[in-house]
């Protein structure tokens, strides 16, 4: 890892990466990704929405997760669908080099569902798991017992948020690599163990 000699250059970057911290703690509120207005390009992320004619079921019912004997859960398939972004999503579409070219719908059973989960954000995988997905397997009707509450559906939302946030850091993150590289400067007087 490159450190800058130029004290300037090592706070911009210690800033992204403290950026990047908030991002990856559900418990840090960030301002216009999961707190206040979101940012345009995250708005319509994510969006809770429900078949027209349908009821409201926040009942997570698409097969997403289940229990073996011994009591581990295991994922299931669920249900997405894939297709175009549509003219309420054009400024989340604005950044599909990045986000990913084809949106998800996740349902949460046949009539409800998140709208517009762009490909790479629902494909994100920390850990090797992928996040959403995995989030989803341990909340399934069938071991919950119960559909889900607001602030869960919320946190949902929040967490696919978070995830195009940093996704869309990026571009920013490799120009500061490359500029901490450019003024990095060896460490004088150190030796280490060998």
Same mark, same amino acid.
Not at 92 to 119: C, K, M, Q
Not at 164 to 183: M, Q, T
């Given at each position: 890892?490159?450190?800058?000699? *130029?004290?300037?250059?090592?706070?911009q970057s210690?800033?992204?990466g403290?950026? =990047?911290?908030?991002?990856?703690?559900?418990?840090?509120?960030?301002?216009?990704?999961?707190?206040?207005?979101?940012?345009?390009?995250?708005?319509?992320?994510?969006?809770?929405?429900?078949k027209p004619?349908?009821?409201? *079921?926040?009942?997570?019912t698409?097969?997403?997760g289940?229990?073996?004997?011994?009591? =581990?859960t295991?994922?299931?398939?669920?249900?997405?669908?894939?297709?175009?972004?549509d003219?309420?999503?054009?400024?989340?579409a604005?950044?599909?080099?990045?986000?990913?070219?084809?949106?998800?719908d996740?349902?949460?059973?046949?009539?409800?569902?998140?709208?517009?989960?762009?490909?790479?954000?629902w494909?994100?995988?920390?850990?090797?798991?992928?996040?959403?997905?995995?989030?989803?397997?341990?909340?399934?009707?069938s071991?919950l017992?119960r559909?889900?509450d607001?602030?869960?559906?919320?946190?949902?939302?929040?967490?696919?948020?978070?995830?195009?946030a940093?996704?869309?850091?990026?571009?920013?993150l490799d120009v500061?690599?490359?500029?901490c590289?450019?003024?990095?400067?060896?460490?004088t007087?150190?030796?280490?163990?060998?």
């Amino acid at each position: 890892m490159p450190l800058p000699a *130029d004290v300037n250059v090592l706070r911009q970057s210690a800033a992204l990466g403290a950026h =990047i911290a908030a991002l990856l703690d559900p418990d840090t509120p960030v301002p216009g990704v999961s707190e206040g207005d979101p940012r345009p390009e995250l708005r319509g992320i994510a969006v809770p929405a429900t078949k027209p004619g349908a009821a409201r *079921d926040w009942r997570l019912t698409a097969g997403w997760g289940s229990r073996t004997n011994q009591g =581990i859960t295991m994922p299931g398939r669920g249900r997405t669908e894939t297709r175009g972004y549509d003219e309420a999503e054009v400024d989340v579409a604005a950044h599909a080099s990045i986000l990913g070219a084809h949106p998800y719908d996740v349902f949460l059973n046949d009539a409800t569902f998140w709208r517009n989960i762009p490909e790479r954000v629902w494909e994100c995988r920390i850990g090797g798991y992928q996040v959403l997905k995995k989030w989803l397997s341990y909340r399934d009707h069938s071991i919950l017992g119960r559909p889900l509450d607001a602030e869960e559906v919320g946190h949902f939302q929040d967490t696919a948020r978070r995830i195009a946030a940093i996704l869309l850091l990026g571009p920013d993150l490799d120009v500061s690599y490359r500029i901490c590289a450019g003024a990095h400067q060896a460490l004088t007087g150190y030796h280490g163990s060998s």
